[in-house]
Every structure is written in C-alpha cells, then in structure tokens.
C-alpha cells in the first residue's frame, strides 16, 4: 500500500490542514511553531509501532476549543493508500464486490477503536426489489395452478409459503435486510414445492435459484467486508516517528552487552540497541567476538573487525561527500573502539567516534540505525516521519541526506524542515508549505503558500538553484559585474550569428559583483572541482585581486585574462572597462536616451583626462547633481542588439570584442588541452 493523500483534523493546532498529496518523499516545510511536528506526530497516531493508543482530549484537541466538542468519535486522521496489482487481487478474493477497487481510505478517531476503512470507487451492491416482484411475478400463476390440483392438506402450506415469499421478496430496498428475509423464505418456498410434489419448469428453476444465490452473496457481503477491512487495516505501513535521532557510542563494552542480552532482552539499554543496529550493518557478531577472545583467538577477532570497517567504509564514503573518511573497529579485550581517521589528511590521525564532529557523529548514527531498521529490520515497510533530520549538518551535507532519502531508501518519507538545504529543488512537486493563523490554525498546501517567513526557505534554495545553474557550470568565465554579463554574452551571440569569433559557447558567464569578490567566487568554484577563467577590467584593484588569486594559488596566472587584451598593442589603454570596448559615441548616445529626462536643459561636462568611459560619466553627474549608474545604457544596450545591433557594434568595435574572445578562447583550449584537474 502506498500512501498518497492525508488530512489532519481536530488535533492540537490544527483545526484542519486540508488534503495533502505525497509521494516517495515529501518536505514540509514550515517556520519554527507552525505545527509541522503536530501534523507528523498525528499522521503517527493511525499506526504507531505497537498498538494505537486512544487519544487525550485534554492534550491533544485544540485548546482554543471546548472540551466537550471532543467526542470518541471525533476524527483526527483520514488517509488514502494505493493498491498495487497484487493488493488489488488478494482484495477482490477476499471481497469479490471490491473487484477493480484501487485505491483505500483508513482514518481513525479520538477513541483507538475507531478506525475506520472505506474503499474508494467501490461499487454498490445491485439491486431492486421492484426488479425482483417484476421478475418473480410469472413463477406465481405457474405455482397457483398446480396448487389447485393438490388436495387439501398440502394445498394450505403451500399457499402459505408463497404468500410469504410474496411478502418477504418485496418488504426491503435495503440489500442486506432484504437477503436475511428472502433466503429463508426461498428456502422455505422449496421445501413446500418438494412437500407437494411440485416441480418447475427450467426457466421457473433457474429464476429461483438466481434469487437463492443473490440472497446468499448479499448475505455474504457483510463477512467479506469484514475480512477485507480486517485485512486492508492489517496491511497499512508502521508510522515511526524520530525528532531526536539516536546517536552511538565509540566505545562499547562488549562483555557487558552479551551478559545483559543473555539475562534479558528488557534490561538492554538505548545504547545496547544501537550498539546492536551497528553490528548487523556491519556484520559483526558480538557473541562471537567475546568467544574469541576467550580462546586467545585475537589473529580472527581482528579479521573480522577489519572486513566490518571495510564494510561501513565504503558505505559511509559513497553517503558523506564532505570529506572521504575511513572506519575502523578496533577490539581491545571486552571493548569495541568505533576509530575514524581522514586518510587524505596528511597526519592519517584515528579519532574515536565520540570525539568526531556533531554533524558526522549524526550523519553516522543516522546511517547506522537507518540501514538496520529498513533492511530487514522493524522498519522496513515502515512510514518514516522525519522531524528537522540533518540540523547538525553542513549544508552541503544536507543535500547529500536529500539524496541518501531517495537513493537508499524504500520507504516512503515525510519529513520537516525549515533549512533552504533541504528543500528538494530539482522536486519542488514533493514541497508543501506548512502554515499558522490565530484563527485558521496549522494548515498545508500542495502549493507554496504563506507568509514571507513560512516561504523564506523555499525563496532560498530557488536562488541558490537557479545562481548555479544561470551562471555556473563545469567551464566558467568570471567577470566583476552583471553589465559586464550582459554586454559579453550580447555581444558574444551577435559575433557568432554573423560568423564571426564569439565566446567558446561552453564557457558560463559567472558576475561575481566586483573584483574583491571574485576571490571568493574563484574560490568556491575551485573547491568544486571548475574550470574557471577571470576576466578582470584593466585597472590597479584588478591587479590587486590577480595577485591575491595567484599568490594563493587558487588559479594559474595564464587563466586571468584583462578588458584591454581587446586593444591592438599599438593602442592599449593603461585602464578600461568592458565599456570601453564599444565606440564612445554609441556609450554617449545610450547614456542620452536612457537618461533623456534627468538630462534635459544640462550639459555633461567630460573629463577626457579621466581613462575608463564609465569613470568619465560618473564624474560628469557628479558635476550636475546626478547620480550614474552604469545599468541603465547597459539595459539599453540589450534593447538595441535586439532591433538594431548594426547602430551599437560598430567595426572598431567588433574588432576589439573579436580580439578579446580570441584571447579568451586561446586560454580556455589551453586549460582544457592540460586534461588534469582544474589548476592542479
């Protein structure tokens, strides 16, 4: 059964969070008291690992409410499952009227008893008893005439019985109450038939033994319906709910574990439990590792503690993508030290378990106690109800558990979160926004909905998401500024739809907001394993920034390329801009018409002793009151290529921007020609 609708009503702080669609996995997502672990904990209520419990009116119905609007009956939890192929089967053995029925509906109320199962589509029971007296009405003149023949004595019993058939067949249009007269009447209308000797003609017969058999099924639908929600109730997945995650010890007493195990199942702590998850992941024996400690046997023990760290190794490096570490299970008398050490590192230092970071001690325990409970374990079918999972984790690391839910597990998955790094961008379908209102209460929408706080989350992770995939990829060429993107990337599709040289169309154009600023974002993308190029306006903090990158060694000295490689030799301006690659009488006229209504009735006074053209403007405002900004010529510009970019690229032009992309171009093929990593 699969879980693909619930709605919470009447608990805590929901009054009704609406129907709510999941799938595989589904994020709520919500700010801090919203309700989102109230609509985890009910969902968990419907079948919680052991038996239902009833629910506390006191506690649990919304305390804006009076006390005596809280009813056994009053529903909390309504949930629709489907059915695959052989679930539908089995149903329709059980109860043949379900044949075709796919999909289920399993609620309960306040009172544990209250469950309740409904099956969605199920087709009503067929009948008429206006069809059946329409129907039965011939057999009756059939039956009178060979009544008349008998004598008296039999003549009355069965003149009897079919006035009771009469009566019985047409006295309810409710199924079931009808079947419970009918059949005994029927029954009773044969054993007259037989007392006198009476015998129907095939149609009359087989008449009547259609009406015994419908009788008999509707009388048997009540049974099945029974067994089939007995089974259906039987079948719905274990709720396991989690908000504090179980962690392990690093140091475990092996001797003690295997006596308390031994005594008694019940005296065996948190830890003895978790101790035990790990040694199933990492198919390790406690039992036998005590015996083999006893026969001296330490060559073995520690065999088989190297292969259980081989084990958990590789799967804790395929899991935690932060750094690649190593496990290893080191037996020392009655104990079992968990040692994890960083083999890149370059002191390859052992540190037990307990001392690691808080995020990996989680991520590990996580693992662990996951791995053993879903596989084969008590939650292996279960629904699992995450609450905030992965809070200690970096946020790298936090995508890395979104890809752990989809990859390793089979259970369906609803969890909470209030981290933009848990938000599934490339599944925004699987996200529901949880909300508060004083008078509303909590409620969920398939849609992301509410106020700023409640979609800040959601607003995140789309920015960070379309930041990287807008202007970042595998090959990227760094400018300081988004004019500079934006003249770049215009400038370089109309040099390529004219045949002439543009940007190698693999390269991403990545604005990183000014120079200083692109240290930090080569440094991010170098991290990441890119391939980056920078170019840099002609000018000293430039420079600046250049040396910074290569000092640190962050790229190669041939990948920072300038704005004035676009200038012949002969002509190379100490200082310029991406502005300056385009004829200053094109900049004038787009700075005139983007600012025609602040410049009416002012002259600009340029400074030509001032290098960069953008700098000249600034000052030339300055001057007048003014305030330029660069963006506005630059969206012109953009307008202009798309109607008329003749007007804007001019020859000198196109031939600075040509021998700037060359440049560019050389680097670019150099870089990809070394076919190592990217500035090793």
């Known amino acids: 059964m699969n879980l693909t609708t619930f709605q919470i009503t009447d608990y805590r702080s929901i009054n009704d969070s609406g129907p709510v669609t999941v799938g595989k996995i589904t994020s709520l997502v919500g700010r801090n008291e919203s309700g989102k ?141 009808w079947a419970s007269r009918a059949a005994p009447s029927l029954a009773n209308f044969r054993g007259a038939l037989a007392a006198a000797g009476i015998n129907l003609m095939d149609r009359e017969e087989g008449l009547i033994g259609e009406f015994e058999r419908q009788a008999a099924s509707i009388a048997e639908d009540e049974p099945a319906w029974a067994r089939a929600r007995s089974w259906i109730l039987g079948r719905v997945p274990v709720f396991v709910y989690f908000d504090e995650y179980p962690q392990l010890t690093g140091h475990q007493n092996i001797a003690e574990y295997v006596a308390r195990k031994s005594a008694s199942p019940s005296q065996m702590t948190k830890a003895d439990e978790n101790f035990e998850k790990m040694c199933k992941v990492a198919g390790l024996d406690p039992q036998q590792l005590e015996t083999l400690h006893a026969a001296n046997d330490h060559e073995t023990r520690n065999q088989l503690a190297n292969r259980a760290g081989a084990v958990v190794t590789g799967e804790l490096r395929r899991l935690w993508k932060d750094r690649p570490l190593k496990v290893r299970f080191s037996p020392d008398a009655h104990h079992l030290d968990t040692l994890i050490s960083d083999p890149n590192s370059t002191y390859d230092v052992e540190v037990n378990l307990d001392e690691r970071s808080r995020g990996l001690k989680w991520f590990f325990s996580f693992y662990i106690t996951f791995s053993a409970d879903t596989r084969e374990g008590a939650a292996e079918k279960a629904i699992l109800l995450l609450d905030e999972p992965g809070l200690h984790l970096h946020a790298l690391s936090q995508g890395d558990l979104l890809r752990h839910f989809g990859a390793d597990f ?92 543009g ?35 002609s000018e000293k903090q430039a420079r600046t920034a250049r ?13 920072v390329v300038f704005v004035s490689d676009g200038f012949a030799n002969s002509s190379k301006p100490a200082e310029a801009d991406v502005e300056d690659l385009l004829d200053p009488n094109v900049f004038d006229t787009l700075v005139s018409e983007s600012y025609s209504a602040e410049l009416r009735r002012k002259k600009l006074g340029l400074n030509s002793k001032i290098p960069r053209i953008v700098k ?65």
């Open 503 to 537: 940007l190698p169309k693999t390269l991403t154009i990545t604005p990183a907001g000014g120079a200083q600023k692109i240290v930090y974002m080569v440094a991010l993308l170098t991290s990441q394993g890119l391939r980056v190029i920078v170019l840099f306006d």
């Open 616 to 680: 000249r403007y600034e000052s030339a405002f300055t001057d007048i009151g003014l305030e330029f900004r660069k963006t506005r010529p630059a969206r012109l510009l953009l307008n202009k290529m798309g109607i008329e970019p003749e007007k804007i690229m001019t020859g000198a032009a196109i031939q600075r921007f040509e021998r700037l992309f060359e440049g560019i171009a050389r680097t670019h093929a150099r870089d990809l020609a070394r076919n190592t990593e990217p500035f090793r």
């Open 547 to 559: 040396d910074e990158l290569v000092k640190a060694k962050l790229i190669r000295d041939e990948n």
């Open 410 to 501: 089979k259970n369906q998955i609803i969890y909470t979160t209030h981290s933009p790094f848990m938000v599934p961008t490339e599944n925004l379908d699987s996200v529901r926004t949880v909300s508060i209102e004083q008078d509303a209460g909590t409620t969920i929408s398939d849609n992301p909905t509410g106020d700023p706080r409640t979609l800040f989350p959601i607003q995140s992770a789309l920015g960070y998401s379309l930041s990287q995939s807008l202007f970042v990829g595998p090959e990227n060429l760094i400018v300081e500024g988004v004019t500079d993107y934006w003249i770049l990337s215009t400038v370089s599709e109309y040099l390529h739809s004219i045949g002439k040289r």
């Open 37 to 177: 672990s109230n609509v985890l904990l009910a969902l968990q209520s419907l079948n919680p690992p052991g038996d239902p419990k009833d629910l506390s009116p006191i506690k649990d119905f919304p305390r804006h409410r009076r006390l005596s609007e809280c009813r056994d009956d009053t529903r909390v939890v309504r949930t629709i499952w489907e059915l695959d192929a052989d679930e539908q089967a089995q149903l329709a053995l059980l109860f043949p009227r379900a044949e075709g029925v796919k999909r289920v509906e399993v609620g309960r109320c306040y009172k544990a008893a209250n469950r309740w199962v409904d099956l969605v589509d199920l087709k009503p029971i067929q009948f008429s008893k206006d069809e059946v007296a329409r129907r039965i009405q011939p057999v009756y003149p059939i039956v009178q005439a060979a009544v008349e023949g008998l004598e008296e004595a039999l003549r009355e019993p069965m003149a009897a019985a079919v006035k009771k058939l009469k009566s019985d067949l047409s006295a309810s249009d409710e199924p079931s109450a």
